[in-house]
């Protein structure tokens, strides 16, 4: 996350008195991400994550987004459970902007991944997928393939300054994926992360002790979920395609939850429509990120690169 809301100890202290997780000790605004602003919360009691919801949340969704970790928790899932104030809200506001508490994960997010971690990730991606089942409430995903021709349209020819044709190429390329789109009812659906990249995952001795960031999290095909950690995981330097990263990934999300033929075909379909959309709303971020925000933009064009590799194969 980054930080786009400065708040005051008192203010924060103040708020903090509507809970029970004891007093302030220390806070500090984390760097990392891009969506919205994070705190590291130390108080008397332990560490805590505070988020200020800015941006693509739409501050009616949250509760979806919190019941969903809570239900995931409840199922054994190691994610950040949303923390309660006195009167049994976790949903606040704070600077004016909507805020929840939640548990802070102990691990570390893998800064060179390797086949063993990818295994890893496939089995926890599995387990979600699994433990998100009872969870009935329907969120459609707002950054589904109907979103992603406005969304290159409302960057006019900007994406042209990075990269000469990229949007006559993107624009042939959401055609063609939006041809080859399954329908609805062609795989099996639930509830998905849509955001699984390595910095959402936490590891601690080579297992996963965590995976955070749900406000991507939407009712979609479970496949696209592993398709989102096909182009986010299986990338060295971002450039060049591991197949024993996506092997290992895929080979463990099989041991909990194997794939039908059907998913299995429509993975390259799938992969270039993740690419599209990492590539669209990167290229969004980066026209327009205010300058004076502590964030760092994230580079589209490693998503034009995962996009040529996956048009040009016929499986993943
Ligand atoms: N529950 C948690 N426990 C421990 N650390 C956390 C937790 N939630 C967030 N963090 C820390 O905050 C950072 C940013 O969080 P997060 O990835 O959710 O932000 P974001 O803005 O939504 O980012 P992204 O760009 O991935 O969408 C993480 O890298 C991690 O250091
Ligand atoms: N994980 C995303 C940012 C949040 O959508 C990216 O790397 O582009």
Redesign the pocket.
């Known amino acids: 996350?980054?930080v786009y809301t400065e708040l005051a100890a008192e203010t924060l202290e103040a708020f903090l008195g509507t809970y029970d997780i004891g007093t302030l000790v220390s806070f500090h605004g984390?760097?990392?991400?891009?969506?919205?602003?994070?705190f590291?919360l130390r108080t008397t009691e332990g560490?805590?994550?505070l988020?200020l919801f800015?941006r693509r949340v739409n501050a009616a969704e949250l509760p979806w987004f919190l019941g969903l970790m809570q239900h995931l928790a409840g199922r054994g899932l190691n994610?950040?459970l949303p923390v309660s104030d006195r009167s049994g809200t976790a949903l606040r506001s704070l600077a004016d902007r909507p805020a929840a508490i939640?548990?802070?994960?102990?691990?570390?997010?893998a800064t060179q991944l390797d086949a063993k971690l990818c295994l890893e990730l496939g089995k926890v991606l599995a387990r979600l997928h699994i433990a998100g089942e009872g969870y009935d409430a329907v969120r459609p995903n707002a950054l589904s393939p109907a979103a992603w021709g406005p969304l290159l349209e409302s960057c006019g020819e900007s994406g042209d300054a990075l990269s000469p044709g990229l949007t006559a190429e993107v624009r042939k390329a959401l055609q063609n994926v939006e041809a080859a789109w399954p329908v609805p009812d062609a795989l099996p659906r639930g509830q998905i992360h849509a955001?699984l990249?390595p910095?959402?995952v936490?590891f601690q001795n080579g297992q996963v002790s965590?995976l955070?960031?749900?406000?991507?999290a939407c009712t979609d095909f479970l496949a696209y979920d592993l398709a989102i950690c096909l182009n986010a995981w299986c990338f060295r330097d971002e450039k060049t395609f591991e197949p024993s990263f996506a092997a290992a990934i895929i080979q463990g999300y099989e041991s909990i939850r194997p794939l039908n033929d059907t998913e299995k075909a429509a993975l390259p379909t799938l992969c270039q429509g993740a690419a599209i959309r990492f590539l669209l709303t990167r290229l969004y971020d980066w026209i327009n990120t205010p300058a004076d925000a502590l964030?760092t933009r994230?580079d589209p064009l490693a998503y034009l690169r995962r996009l040529r590799h996956f048009q040009s194969v016929s499986h993943v």
Do not use: H, Q, R, W
């Open positions: 996350m980054a984390i760097a990392e991400g891009v969506e919205n602003s994070n590291l560490d805590f994550i988020t800015e994610c950040p939640t548990t802070f994960l102990p691990g570390v997010s955001d990249f910095d959402n936490f965590g955070i960031d749900f406000y991507f964030v994230k």
